[in-house]
């Protein structure tokens, strides 16, 4: 997998991450590449240099911005491996599950929501969904690199999983009850339905109630990612309280 960019190869490379090499546009004097090249260093991380031309026939966005790092595939995370850690630990969970998001950029943005909020993981489903990818590690601006997405076969399963570990499961859709009335603290999983469909009939009766953001203007609904960050941060207000 290639990553692409300033920001999302400096995230990839300060994390443990495997990375196979980084390449460099030979001769740019930019402060962030020379960045990531001492830390390249510092980590053993075999770096080559490439006149742009060649830079931009290897880039598969058109956004390399003077470095690519190829590195393995992605690796998900267990969500039993998560859900233990966090009760050795003592912490409340907090997942974000996706219920047919399809646009990579919708998926790297709310990647990139949850890390900042200190989420305990996304989860994805195998089939009719993003996965992690290129596009994905860059909108995520390298939140991919720090947290863990768990890539599941049901998600249906998953829900019935949470609720068994105590976890309150709430769909995200407009005509449910206002997300402020709603008690979010404890552990908590957020459905968040694809762009156009949203939260699926079956998967929206498995839940354990339905939230909605209140809407004042004449468009009544958000992207997927935008509602993702406003519930996500309503839960950790309703926490810090």
Known sequence: MKIEGKNPVREIINSSTDIKRVIIEKGNPNTLLKEIEDICAKKHIKVQYMDKKDLDKMSETGHHQGVIAECPD??????DKLISNCKQEGKDMLFIILDEVLDPHNLGSIIRVAECAGATGVI???RRSASVNETVVRTSAGATAYLPVVRVTNINQVIEQL???NVWVYALDMDGEEMYKTNL??????VVGGEGNGV???TRKLCDGVISIPMFGQVNSLNASVSAGIATYEVIRQRRK
């Open 124 to 126: 994805i489903s195998n």
């Open 200 to 202: 699926s009939r079956l």
């Open 185 to 190: 603290t404890g552990n908590v999983a957020l």
């Open 74 to 79: 992605f690796e998900y995370a267990s969500l």
């Open 163 to 165: 609720k068994n570990e």
